[in-house]
């Protein structure tokens, strides 16, 4: 079955620096792979993903970057701000199916 | 608009005892899941349904069942709780069309087995 491992576990930086999150899968058949952003006490949710035929895909401050043959992606935010503050989650598509598996998060900590 | 809750938001019960956390969305989704949440081990299934009477085991599925018997009602019942349970749940929802994949997630319930 699919794995997901995401790197690193936390993650301090100073306002304004960027900040990157990778993940690595192992199932090649995989075609699609979001982030996910979960502020305390609540539910995770979709800030953006990135579908198996494009490279990159942007908005604003966030972006995501693929690398199939590698079989990892990667979460980019550029200029952090304290309000990005958050545990970051990456996921995949399980069996190719409608699941996701969802890598062990990220907690990061933006210092102002 | 369109939205997923989840209720009780907070739980505290005994071990042994019958508890059902209930989830309900409005997206009219065909797809929904149960997941839990402890600390080092990220996100979890726990069941998923593809539709009304679809029910299917995710990976911690042992101690947990769900029924669906209609498109916007997803509850997971602990048929005896233990301690081990203590945790927070997470329902999630997602849809045929466009954007299969995207999961829209429930506030979430602590659960606390005493």
Redesign the interface.
Known sequence: GENVEQHPSTLSVQEGDSAVIKCTYSDSASNYFPWYKQELGKGPQLIIDIRSNVGEKKDQRIAVTLNKTAKHFSLHITETQPEDSAVYFCAVPMDSSYKLIFGSGTRLLVRP | DAEITQSPRHKITETGRQVTLACHQTWNHN?M?WYRQDL????R?IH?S?GVQDTNK?EVSDGYSVSRSNTEDLPLTLESAASSQTSVY?C?S?GYRDR?????????TRLTVT
């Open positions: 797809n899941f080092g081990h990220g996100l299934l998923y593809y995710g997470f999630a997602s299969t994949y995207e999961q829209y997630f429930g506030p979430g």
